[in-house]
């Protein structure tokens, strides 16, 4: 999957812009704010439609307008796919797919793969469980629009629950419940069901990646903890039994304690939890294998590459380690964004080198 050209519109700091990328090693340069990550930012909200730093589209848009708009053209092996979203400060997103207007955004998934890592992937090892549910439920919803639509449902079904929860009329849960618990464990066994094949094929890739990343001096272990397994409907049915152990308890704290929402992954360093015992790098050297790994997942499922975006990863890594990261990334379309190119660090590679200055191209 490569992306060939990205066109800005009232985007962060940028008026009106057109990036050209060619299919192997780009690199974003310029000083700091000058808007390199705004562009890698671009590229993977043009993608899935989310921003990995903000959590408000508004906030997207250039300060003083009122709608903002990204394109970009991209190939894949099965041809090329423009996209098209355009948003403001009060509606919903637009989106058009080749030239046709979708009105679920989840048709925008699956379009053009890309995986971002950037600094603030830290918190992937070093934050709540819900930074980790995000990464698996942004990767597996690019896999898979099924798992999409169905974290929806179940979102929407468990708040309806939650509400019921609270309800002081305690006969009314018990006669409704039952109906609402089993929507949410149907959805809720495909929910565990993709994240347990996807965690069972990441983790020794991870671990892999990781060993080459660090040398092999350290060694990685990843868990998980949702304590369901086997078929969708096995999950649905298990977790539907627990609900019902657990209703008295999700009663008096008027909220779900068990499901999908719960889940989390254990990060082990040589055995120790990474989370609190972990360096600052050895966090980031995790946070980065599972990245690279989720690339090779990728392809795995779809026959070729995602777009990697590589936002200032390189300035927190030795040159023994850029170098190493360069290589192992050198089959896939890469964008990087950089303050400066160590020369010694890219001799002998190609790439193409974008210079971003003030919330413009320089040429
Ligand atoms: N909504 C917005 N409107 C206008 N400017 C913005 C907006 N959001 C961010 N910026 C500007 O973008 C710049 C930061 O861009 P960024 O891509 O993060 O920089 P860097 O080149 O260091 O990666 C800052 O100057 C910031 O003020
Ligand atoms: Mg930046």
Known sequence: ????????????????????????????????????????????????????????????????????????????????????????????????????????????????????????????????????????????????????????????????????????????????????????????????KARNDFLEKIAPIAETEHALLSGGKESLTMKTESGYYGTEEEIAFALYEDLKVALEKDMRLGFTTIGPHRDDIKFLLNGLDAKVYGSQGQQRTIALSLKIAETETFKERFGEYPILILDDVLSELDKKRQKKLINRVSNMQTIFTTTNIDRTVFKGVDYTKITVENGRIKR
């Not at 990767?139 to 979102?155: C, G, H």
């Not at 309800?167 to 464990?185: A, G, V």
């Open 1 to 192: 999957m490569k992306i060939n050209s990205l066109y800005l519109k009232n985007f962060r700091n940028y008026l009106e812009e057109t990036v050209e990328f060619n299919g192997g090693i780009n690199i974003l340069t310029g000083a700091n704010a000058q808007g390199k990550t705004n562009i890698a930012e671009a590229v993977f909200f043009l993608c899935t439609g989310y921003s990995p730093r903000a959590n408000k589209d508004k906030l997207l848009i250039r300060n003083g307008e009122e709608r903002a708009e990204i394109k970009g053209n991209a190939t894949s092996i099965y041809g090329d796919v423009s996209v098209k979203i355009g948003f403001n400060t009060k509606d919903k997103k637009t989106v058009y797919i080749n030239g046709v207007q979708t009105l679920k955004i989840g048709e925008l998934l699956g379009n053009i793969h890309s995986v971002f890592f950037n600094p603030g992937e830290l918190k992937l090892v070093q934050e709540s469980p819900e930074d980790r549910r995000r990464f698996l439920n942004v990767s597996l919803s690019q896999m898979s629009k099924s798992y999409f639509y169905a974290l929806a449902r179940y979102n929407k079904i468990l708040a309806q629950r939650n509400n019921l929860l609270k309800d002081p009329e305690k006969y009314i849960i018990r006669e409704t419940l039952p109906i609402w618990d089993r929507q949410l464990t149907t959805e809720a066994g495909k929910i565990i």
